[in-house]
Protein backbone atom coordinates (compact mmCIF):
# COMPACT_ATOMS: atom_id res chain seq x y z
CA UNK A 1 0.00 0.00 0.00
CA UNK A 2 1.72 3.25 -0.89
CA UNK A 3 1.60 5.61 2.11
CA UNK A 4 0.15 8.85 1.72
CA UNK A 5 2.39 12.17 1.26
CA UNK A 6 0.24 14.60 2.00
CA UNK A 7 -2.89 15.47 4.09
CA UNK A 8 -5.52 16.62 1.54
CA UNK A 9 -8.23 18.71 3.52
CA UNK A 10 -11.97 19.14 1.93
CA UNK A 11 -13.79 22.02 3.13
CA UNK A 12 -16.45 24.23 1.99
CA UNK A 13 -16.28 28.61 2.19
CA UNK A 14 -18.36 28.89 5.20
CA UNK A 15 -17.70 29.91 8.61
CA UNK A 16 -18.25 26.05 9.92
CA UNK A 17 -14.87 25.39 7.77
CA UNK A 18 -13.43 28.77 9.00
CA UNK A 19 -10.93 27.50 11.29
CA UNK A 20 -9.61 25.74 8.81
CA UNK A 21 -7.82 28.87 6.51
CA UNK A 22 -7.18 30.85 9.94
CA UNK A 23 -4.73 27.57 11.10
CA UNK A 24 -3.38 26.41 8.25
CA UNK A 25 -0.95 29.66 8.10
CA UNK A 26 -0.21 28.39 11.51
CA UNK A 27 0.21 24.89 11.25
CA UNK A 28 2.66 25.73 8.20
CA UNK A 29 5.03 28.49 10.68
CA UNK A 30 5.09 25.90 12.56
CA UNK A 31 6.04 22.80 10.51
CA UNK A 32 8.58 24.66 8.56
CA UNK A 33 9.81 24.57 4.72
CA UNK A 34 10.65 21.47 3.11
CA UNK A 35 9.45 18.62 1.10
CA UNK A 36 7.28 17.27 3.89
CA UNK A 37 5.65 20.60 4.45
CA UNK A 38 1.99 18.26 3.50
CA UNK A 39 -1.12 20.08 4.31
CA UNK A 40 -3.18 20.86 0.65
CA UNK A 41 -6.83 22.12 1.51
CA UNK A 42 -9.59 21.86 -1.41
CA UNK A 43 -12.44 23.76 -2.00
CA UNK A 44 -15.62 22.01 -2.94
CA UNK A 45 -19.60 22.48 -3.18
CA UNK A 46 -21.53 19.72 -1.93
CA UNK A 47 -21.08 16.86 0.68
CA UNK A 48 -21.76 14.64 -2.20
CA UNK A 49 -18.41 15.49 -3.48
CA UNK A 50 -16.55 15.23 -0.32
CA UNK A 51 -17.91 11.86 -0.31
CA UNK A 52 -16.66 11.08 -3.48
CA UNK A 53 -13.30 12.44 -2.85
CA UNK A 54 -13.04 10.48 -0.06
CA UNK A 55 -14.19 7.00 -1.77
CA UNK A 56 -11.61 7.76 -4.73
CA UNK A 57 -8.82 8.53 -2.63
CA UNK A 58 -8.70 12.39 -3.54
CA UNK A 59 -9.32 13.49 -0.54
CA UNK A 60 -7.85 11.69 2.82
CA UNK A 61 -9.20 14.71 5.18
CA UNK A 62 -12.11 16.90 5.62
CA UNK A 63 -13.99 19.01 7.19
CA UNK A 64 -17.68 17.60 7.34
CA UNK A 65 -21.33 17.51 8.51
CA UNK A 66 -21.39 14.82 11.59
CA UNK A 67 -24.24 12.86 10.52
CA UNK A 68 -22.85 12.33 7.48
CA UNK A 69 -19.36 11.36 9.10
CA UNK A 70 -21.06 9.48 11.18
CA UNK A 71 -23.53 7.84 8.11
CA UNK A 72 -19.92 7.09 6.12
CA UNK A 73 -18.10 5.41 9.23
CA UNK A 74 -21.11 3.09 9.84
CA UNK A 75 -21.05 2.32 5.78
CA UNK A 76 -17.36 1.54 6.03
CA UNK A 77 -15.34 4.29 5.19
CA UNK A 78 -12.07 4.17 7.54
CA UNK A 79 -12.43 8.09 8.64
CA UNK A 80 -11.96 8.70 12.33
CA UNK A 81 -13.27 11.87 14.08
CA UNK A 82 -10.89 14.19 15.68
CA UNK A 83 -12.82 16.86 16.54
CA UNK A 84 -15.65 19.50 16.10
CA UNK A 85 -14.98 22.63 14.08
CA UNK A 86 -17.57 24.98 15.70
CA UNK A 87 -20.47 24.88 17.25
CA UNK A 88 -23.91 26.98 15.81
CA UNK A 89 -23.54 29.17 13.33
CA UNK A 90 -26.47 28.49 10.46
CA UNK A 91 -29.37 30.67 9.87
CA UNK A 92 -32.97 30.06 8.59
CA UNK A 93 -33.68 32.91 5.80
CA UNK A 94 -36.61 32.96 4.71
CA UNK A 95 -38.88 35.03 2.01
CA UNK A 96 -40.10 38.35 3.19
CA UNK A 97 -43.33 37.01 2.90
CA UNK A 98 -42.84 34.28 5.53
CA UNK A 99 -43.52 35.67 8.79
CA UNK A 100 -44.59 32.64 11.10
CA UNK A 101 -44.15 29.07 11.03
CA UNK A 102 -47.67 28.55 9.96
CA UNK A 103 -46.66 30.33 6.75
CA UNK A 104 -44.65 27.08 5.93
CA UNK A 105 -47.67 25.36 5.31
CA UNK A 106 -47.45 24.14 1.69
CA UNK A 107 -43.95 25.02 0.41
CA UNK A 108 -40.48 23.71 0.70
CA UNK A 109 -37.41 24.16 3.12
CA UNK A 110 -33.90 24.08 1.12
CA UNK A 111 -31.14 22.38 3.79
CA UNK A 112 -27.89 21.63 2.43
CA UNK A 113 -27.91 17.29 2.51
CA UNK A 114 -30.57 14.85 3.96
CA UNK A 115 -27.74 13.70 6.38
CA UNK A 116 -26.64 17.18 7.70
CA UNK A 117 -27.53 18.72 11.49
CA UNK A 118 -29.39 21.48 9.64
CA UNK A 119 -31.73 18.79 8.65
CA UNK A 120 -32.12 17.53 12.08
CA UNK A 121 -32.71 21.19 13.07
CA UNK A 122 -35.52 22.21 10.53
CA UNK A 123 -36.80 18.51 11.22
CA UNK A 124 -36.92 19.77 15.15
CA UNK A 125 -38.85 23.17 14.31
CA UNK A 126 -41.16 21.59 12.34
CA UNK A 127 -42.16 19.21 14.48
CA UNK A 128 -42.54 22.09 17.31
CA UNK A 129 -44.81 23.78 15.51
CA UNK A 130 -47.23 20.55 14.59
CA UNK A 131 -46.01 20.78 11.01
CA UNK A 132 -46.35 17.71 9.01
CA UNK A 133 -43.49 16.69 6.39
CA UNK A 134 -44.06 15.71 3.03
CA UNK A 135 -43.01 12.84 1.27
CA UNK A 136 -44.18 12.39 -1.96
CA UNK A 137 -47.43 13.72 -4.07
CA UNK A 138 -48.82 16.79 -3.05
CA UNK A 139 -47.93 18.99 -1.04
CA UNK A 140 -51.18 20.61 0.97
CA UNK A 141 -50.46 21.43 4.06
CA UNK A 142 -47.28 19.54 4.64
CA UNK A 143 -43.95 21.48 4.17
CA UNK A 144 -40.91 19.60 1.76
CA UNK A 145 -37.31 19.23 2.36
CA UNK A 146 -35.22 19.11 -0.43
CA UNK A 147 -31.37 18.40 0.01
CA UNK A 148 -29.48 21.44 -2.38
CA UNK A 149 -25.91 22.71 -2.10
CA UNK A 150 -25.37 25.68 -0.44
CA UNK A 151 -23.78 27.84 -2.71
CA UNK A 152 -26.86 26.94 -5.20
CA UNK A 153 -29.80 28.20 -2.37
CA UNK A 154 -30.11 32.12 -2.80
CA UNK A 155 -30.33 31.31 -6.85
CA UNK A 156 -32.86 28.81 -6.30
CA UNK A 157 -34.93 31.30 -3.87
CA UNK A 158 -34.06 33.97 -6.58
CA UNK A 159 -35.19 32.07 -9.47
CA UNK A 160 -38.65 30.67 -7.43
CA UNK A 161 -41.57 32.86 -9.45
CA UNK A 162 -44.10 30.65 -7.97
CA UNK A 163 -42.93 31.65 -3.99
CA UNK A 164 -42.77 27.70 -3.00
CA UNK A 165 -39.53 27.96 -1.33
CA UNK A 166 -40.56 29.39 2.27
CA UNK A 167 -36.84 29.26 3.52
CA UNK A 168 -33.61 27.45 3.03
CA UNK A 169 -30.85 27.02 6.19
CA UNK A 170 -27.05 26.77 5.58
CA UNK A 171 -24.21 28.40 7.43
CA UNK A 172 -22.91 31.76 6.98
CA UNK A 173 -22.13 33.86 4.54
CA UNK A 174 -24.07 31.90 1.97
CA UNK A 175 -27.43 33.77 1.62
CA UNK A 176 -26.08 37.09 2.85
CA UNK A 177 -26.43 39.27 -0.19
CA UNK A 178 -29.67 38.54 -0.89
CA UNK A 179 -30.41 39.42 2.70
CA UNK A 180 -29.04 42.82 2.15
CA UNK A 181 -30.68 43.22 -1.10
CA UNK A 182 -33.99 42.67 1.24
CA UNK A 183 -35.47 39.93 -1.03
CA UNK A 184 -35.07 37.53 2.10
CA UNK A 185 -34.92 37.92 6.01
CA UNK A 186 -32.65 36.14 8.77
CA UNK A 187 -36.05 34.13 10.40
CA UNK A 188 -33.93 32.23 13.05
CA UNK A 189 -30.40 31.44 13.55
CA UNK A 190 -29.65 27.73 14.52
CA UNK A 191 -28.24 28.12 18.25
CA UNK A 192 -32.18 29.34 19.22
CA UNK A 193 -33.21 25.87 18.17
CA UNK A 194 -30.62 23.95 20.04
CA UNK A 195 -27.87 26.01 21.57
CA UNK A 196 -24.28 25.44 21.12
CA UNK A 197 -25.41 22.73 18.22
CA UNK A 198 -22.63 20.59 16.61
CA UNK A 199 -21.86 21.42 13.49
CA UNK A 200 -18.91 20.29 11.25
CA UNK A 201 -16.21 17.63 12.30
CA UNK A 202 -12.37 17.38 11.09
CA UNK A 203 -12.16 13.60 10.18
CA UNK A 204 -9.02 12.18 8.58
CA UNK A 205 -9.19 8.46 7.05
CA UNK A 206 -7.36 6.21 9.58
CA UNK A 207 -4.41 5.62 7.74
CA UNK A 208 -3.32 8.96 8.79
CA UNK A 209 -3.42 8.60 12.52
CA UNK A 210 -0.48 6.53 11.72
CA UNK A 211 1.82 7.88 9.08
CA UNK A 212 1.20 11.49 9.93
CA UNK A 213 0.17 11.18 13.73
CA UNK A 214 2.59 14.08 14.58
CA UNK A 215 1.50 16.10 11.53
CA UNK A 216 -1.96 15.59 12.52
CA UNK A 217 -1.14 16.46 16.61
CA UNK A 218 0.42 19.47 15.12
CA UNK A 219 -2.74 20.05 12.96
CA UNK A 220 -5.03 19.87 15.82
CA UNK A 221 -2.91 22.15 18.10
CA UNK A 222 -3.08 24.81 15.49
CA UNK A 223 -6.87 24.09 14.87
CA UNK A 224 -7.65 24.78 18.84
CA UNK A 225 -5.34 27.89 19.23
CA UNK A 226 -6.78 29.56 16.10
CA UNK A 227 -10.11 28.37 17.66
CA UNK A 228 -9.65 30.51 20.62
CA UNK A 229 -7.81 33.59 18.54
CA UNK A 230 -11.38 33.35 16.57
CA UNK A 231 -13.35 33.16 20.12
CA UNK A 232 -11.46 36.28 21.58
CA UNK A 233 -12.04 37.96 18.35
CA UNK A 234 -15.86 37.60 17.99
CA UNK A 235 -16.28 38.56 21.83
CA UNK A 236 -14.32 41.64 20.98
CA UNK A 237 -13.77 42.28 17.41
CA UNK A 238 -12.56 45.84 17.59
CA UNK A 239 -10.28 45.44 20.28
CA UNK A 240 -9.29 41.39 19.40
CA UNK A 241 -6.45 40.25 16.97
CA UNK A 242 -6.62 42.57 13.93
CA UNK A 243 -5.41 39.64 11.71
CA UNK A 244 -8.07 37.35 12.47
CA UNK A 245 -10.34 40.08 10.95
CA UNK A 246 -8.31 40.19 7.53
CA UNK A 247 -7.99 36.10 7.81
CA UNK A 248 -11.36 35.68 7.95
CA UNK A 249 -12.20 37.89 5.48
CA UNK A 250 -9.62 36.40 3.03
CA UNK A 251 -10.71 33.10 3.36
CA UNK A 252 -14.97 33.83 3.35
CA UNK A 253 -14.19 35.95 -0.29
CA UNK A 254 -15.80 39.50 2.21
CA UNK A 255 -14.69 42.36 3.33
CA UNK A 256 -13.88 42.83 6.67
CA UNK A 257 -16.86 44.51 7.92
CA UNK A 258 -18.99 41.80 6.18
CA UNK A 259 -16.82 39.13 7.68
CA UNK A 260 -17.13 41.06 11.27
CA UNK A 261 -20.90 40.89 11.23
CA UNK A 262 -21.18 37.82 9.69
CA UNK A 263 -19.38 36.40 12.91
CA UNK A 264 -21.13 38.49 15.38
CA UNK A 265 -24.28 37.98 14.19
CA UNK A 266 -24.21 34.36 13.08
CA UNK A 267 -24.52 33.00 16.77
CA UNK A 268 -21.08 30.58 16.34
CA UNK A 269 -18.91 30.01 18.63
CA UNK A 270 -15.28 27.80 18.61
CA UNK A 271 -14.91 27.86 22.33
CA UNK A 272 -12.03 25.61 21.91
CA UNK A 273 -13.33 23.07 25.06
CA UNK A 274 -16.59 22.98 23.15
CA UNK A 275 -14.80 21.26 20.24
CA UNK A 276 -13.26 18.05 22.05
CA UNK A 277 -15.65 15.28 20.61
CA UNK A 278 -18.91 14.31 23.17
CA UNK A 279 -19.94 11.06 22.57
CA UNK A 280 -23.22 12.52 24.26
CA UNK A 281 -23.59 14.79 21.53
CA UNK A 282 -23.05 12.55 19.20
CA UNK A 283 -25.46 9.97 20.64
CA UNK A 284 -28.50 12.71 20.55
CA UNK A 285 -27.93 13.01 16.94
CA UNK A 286 -27.52 9.74 15.60
CA UNK A 287 -30.83 8.74 17.91
CA UNK A 288 -32.61 11.29 16.38
CA UNK A 289 -31.88 10.69 12.90
CA UNK A 290 -32.13 6.94 13.33
CA UNK A 291 -35.70 6.90 15.18
CA UNK A 292 -37.80 10.03 14.69
CA UNK A 293 -36.61 11.32 11.03
CA UNK A 294 -35.80 7.80 10.37
CA UNK A 295 -32.71 9.04 7.87
CA UNK A 296 -29.93 7.09 9.60
CA UNK A 297 -29.61 3.07 9.57
CA UNK A 298 -30.90 0.89 12.19
CA UNK A 299 -27.89 -0.49 14.00
CA UNK A 300 -25.43 2.40 13.26
CA UNK A 301 -22.40 1.51 15.06
CA UNK A 302 -19.71 4.56 16.37
CA UNK A 303 -17.42 1.88 18.27
CA UNK A 304 -13.97 2.73 16.86
CA UNK A 305 -15.19 6.55 15.39
CA UNK A 306 -13.74 9.03 17.58
CA UNK A 307 -10.18 9.30 17.95
CA UNK A 308 -9.78 12.25 20.75
CA UNK A 309 -6.24 11.82 22.28
CA UNK A 310 -4.70 14.98 19.80
CA UNK A 311 -7.61 17.63 21.25
CA UNK A 312 -7.46 15.89 24.66
CA UNK A 313 -3.51 16.50 24.60
CA UNK A 314 -3.63 20.17 23.67
CA UNK A 315 -6.82 20.95 25.82
CA UNK A 316 -4.92 19.31 28.92
CA UNK A 317 -2.21 22.15 28.32
CA UNK A 318 -4.24 25.05 28.10
Given at each position: MRLPLTIRIGHFISIDHLLLGIALPRYIQHKGSGTDTDVIPFSMRSWEQVERGFKSGDINAAFMDIAHAMYLFDKGLAISMLMFTHRAGSRIIAAKQI??????????????????IQHMLVHRLLNAGNLKIAGSGKLGERVRIESVPCALMPEMANSDLDGDIAAFICPAPFGDPEVEQKDFRHLLISRDLWQDHPGSVFVVHQNLLETKGKNLALMVKSLVDSARELDRYISSPDTGES??????ASFLGLSAEQARKTLKTSGITYCPKLLAPDMGILNIVLDYMRTTMEV?????????????????TVLSEL
Amino acid sequence: MRLPLTIRIGHFISIDHLLLGIALPRYIQHKGSGTDTDVIPFSMRSWEQVERGFKSGDINAAFMDIAHAMYLFDKGLAISMLMFTHRAGSRIIAAKQIQRLADFKGKSVLIPHRLSIQHMLVHRLLNAGNLKIAGSGKLGERVRIESVPCALMPEMANSDLDGDIAAFICPAPFGDPEVEQKDFRHLLISRDLWQDHPGSVFVVHQNLLETKGKNLALMVKSLVDSARELDRYISSPDTGESHIGRMSASFLGLSAEQARKTLKTSGITYCPKLLAPDMGILNIVLDYMRTTMEVMPVGTDLNGFVSSEFIDTVLSEL
